[in-house]
């Protein structure tokens, strides 16, 4: 569903910032100068460390002067084994020396630095996902699903990203006009709705039937004969499955949906972050995937940071549920005879 344009969501220079802040303790504990021996191996672009500091991941795209004479580090493979951008003297025992730029860490320019983040925006999403939160769930309306093409009760459609299956034949977008597809963002379903279509339904002449709710069959979709309604669903293999209806029908549905990975704009200070309040969690889950494979032990304190921001952006959905009333839905033929949508 559209946004509003005015959402006071945080820039992701907010968040990229905040990330600097947490990693000043990480920082601290970095040897800028590094110094020692190495062996030249053939071929010279590769270095075998001997003596003094070890090879760090930090050391990427360093540069790193070999018995006098410059060159750069195109990756640290090991603690002991790095390779060279440019052919080195083949020899052993060479005195080599580099300077960590700790000031460079996490700033916007580094090319690390938007993985990092998206790698951290997925994790915060799975989170607030998990608890339920709203903005990780959206409704879709799929009009004039084609009637099922084939009446034998075993006979199942499908709806999946990229087409529906009607029981004969998969259709797509390009095979058939108004095809309905799952919307990009479709991660699983929560619940759907259906109702009997309107042919050329405008806003003016609107369809005014009244959709009734479906259940879920998460054992799998049973046999029946093909009558005016689906009342069922199932969900497996990526794909929506339905038992199929002897009429087009229309279907609302409320689904669990991720946001796109962040891609910035012209500038970070340009491109929001789309959850609110939520770069305190962002930062501390990015600064925790920075600190980890680098050996810190600080990524622990970063995560319980980052999950405790978490339930503080929950917390406020929790306290709006809290205000309504909820029961479970009764299931089966005698809760479905209760429930007049049906009958």
Known sequence: MPLAPSAPYDPLSTVTALVRVLLGDFIQNIQPNNAGVVNVNAGGLSITWVSGNQFTALMNGVAIVINGVPNTIAMVTSPTTATLVNQAAVANGLNYSLVIPTGDIFADTQAYV???VNLAWRKLQ?????????????????????????????????ITWS???DGVSLWTPATLAGCPVLPADFISPLYFEERQSVSGATAQNPNLNVFRRMHPAPNGLRSRAKGSWNRYFDWREDAVYFPGSILNMDVKGRYAAYLPDIAPAASFAATPVPIMNCADALANYAASIFVTPRGSLLGPNFDAAGDMAISQITNSYAKLQQRASYSRRPWGMRGMRRNSLYH
Do not use: M
């Open 114 to 116: 938007v993985p990092t």
């Open 126 to 158: 799975k989170k607030l996902a998990d608890k339920g939160h709203p903005r990780l769930e959206n409704t879709t309306i799929l009009t004039s699903l084609p009637v099922i093409a084939n009446l034998d009760p075993g006979v199942e459609q499908y």
């Open 163 to 165: 087409g529906f299956y």
